[in-house]
């Protein structure tokens, strides 16, 4: 059984950050986790992972063990706390972005923010910006009342993130050009049910997995045949055999 994270806690600019750091060496590898998920749930990959460098993930606001947020949480200021945190935890540049879910729509604003200090990407069924939309308008009547009903049971902070996508999404298009560095889009290939997921929307899906691999002059698309939305938990081989790959890519 693999050991859980040894994590620490710190306030940076009046919030609450749970995070921890592993291994050692050049490149900066950091682990970027999709909406409402903890560092914890990258425990698979260790310890192979840290044998590639250092390693850093952190449970953004509301998440695990970083309490709410106390401003919303817009695009720019999840990759400026994320920055301010690395800097924090002695995580130097170059950063190699590991991504996950919603959590790459951050990866995809931090490299073209930070630019000069992003060696390459690796999308993990990464949403990319126009999922966002996509999402909404192919969601059935079933998904749209279940929508509404667990956010009257449950509602969300005001500051949460997903409370704020389209103003990520927002962030993103108004920022520079993503950088012509090593990128990675690995995508599951198990099909949900269809009430879950229209054929529709996993047509749209497929388009915006193959444009985040073609961000990059340098992007490519790996397929996770026996994993769905979650490849680091049902292929964390893959996913490290593929980080391991990208790393190769980058320039020394």
């Known amino acids: 059984m693999k050991q859980p994270l040894k994590s620490h806690a710190t306030l940076i600019e009046g919030q609450m950050f749970r995070f921890a750091r592993a291994g050692q060496g050049s490149p900066s590898i950091v682990l970027i986790g999709g909406a409402g998920g903890p560092l914890d749930g990258w425990f698979k990959l260790y310890p192979e992972i840290e044998a590639l460098g250092t390693v850093f993930s952190y449970d953004r606001p509301g998440t695990g063990g970083s309490p709410k947020p106390t401003e919303a949480q817009y695009g ?14 002695k995580v130097p540049p170059p950063f190699v972005l590991v991504a996950h879910s919603f959590g790459g729509l951050h990866a995809n604003l931090f490299a073209r923010e930070f630019a000069n200090e992003v060696a390459g990407v690796l999308f993990i069924e990464a949403t990319a910006p126009q999922d966002v939309d996509n999402l909404k308008q192919y ?31 927002r962030d993103i298009l108004e920022a520079p050009a993503f950088p012509p560095v090593p990128v990675t889009v690995l995508s599951g290939t198990k099909r949900l049910p ?38 680091q938990l049902s292929e964390p081989e893959l996913v490290i055999d593929t980080l391991k790959r990208l790393l190769a890519r980058i320039p020394r």
Do not use: C, I, M, Y
């Open 139 to 169: 969601q059935s009547a079933l998904q749209r009342g279940f929508v509404k009903l667990l956010d009257r049971v449950s509602p969300r902070d005001a500051f949460d993130e997903l409370r704020n996508e389209r103003e990520t999404v």
């Open 194 to 231: 269809r009430w879950l997921v229209p054929a529709a929307l996993e047509r749209e899906r497929e388009r915006s997995q193959l444009a985040l691999a073609a961000l990059s002059p340098l992007g490519e698309r790996v397929v996770a045949e026996r994993s769905a939305h979650f490849p």
């Open 76 to 89: 720019e200021t999840v990759v400026a706390q994320l920055r301010l945190l690395l800097q924090f935890a």
